[in-house]
């Protein structure tokens, strides 16, 4: 079953979004995720600085 997440300090830069959240060790970290259709692309970075770069720095391949 998956776990609900629950994410804080969301911002939108282009067309990601970035958020915090717990990881599943219960750490904090940060998720970076493109909501153009058909992109797909998303990760998690131990910083929001990585995450808020490639935000900034992300093109779209579809």
């Known amino acids: 079953m998956a776990r609900f997440e ?3 300090n969301v911002a939108r830069i ?5 958020g ?3 990881d599943r060790h219960g750490r904090k970290a940060t998720v970076a995720v493109c909501t153009a259709t058909r992109c797909g692309w998303s ?10 770069l490639a935000a900034r720095t992300h093109t779209c391949t579809a």
Do not use: K, L, Q
């Open 43 to 52: 990760n998690d970075y131990t910083s929001r600085s990585a995450a808020e």
């Open 14 to 18: 282009g067309p990601v979004e970035v």
């Open 20 to 22: 915090d959240h717990r």
């Open 6 to 8: 629950r994410f804080t």
